[in-house]
């Protein structure tokens, strides 16, 4: 989604995009889990956002 608002409204469309928000919110936490990784805290600003992630060693141990 490279380019694309994640907020707002997209004026020629006339539509907005707050479901992005939700669905960024949705994806964090099962692939954190897949991919052993920890969030501690995310940006999510009108095209792109800013995840800090950490790596859980002991998760991904095992």
Same mark, same amino acid.
Request: overall charge negative; proline content about 7%.
């Given at each position: 989604? !490279?380019?694309g @608002? %994640?907020?707002g /409204? $997209?004026a $020629? +469309?006339?539509?907005g995009?707050? =479901?992005? =928000? %939700?669905w960024?919110?949705?994806?964090l936490? @099962?692939? !954190?889990? %897949? ?5 501690c805290? $995310? +940006?999510?600003? !009108?095209? =792109? =956002? ?5 790596? /859980? @060693?002991?998760?991904? +141990? !095992?």
């Open positions: 989604m !490279s380019g @608002p %994640l907020c /409204e $997209y $020629y +469309a006339g539509q995009f707050e =479901h992005w =928000h %939700l960024v919110i949705d994806k936490g @099962p692939l !954190s889990d %897949l991919f052993a990784i920890g969030v805290a $995310y +940006a999510l600003i !009108s095209r =792109h =956002h800013h995840p800090m992630l950490r790596v /859980e @060693p002991d998760a991904a +141990a !095992s």
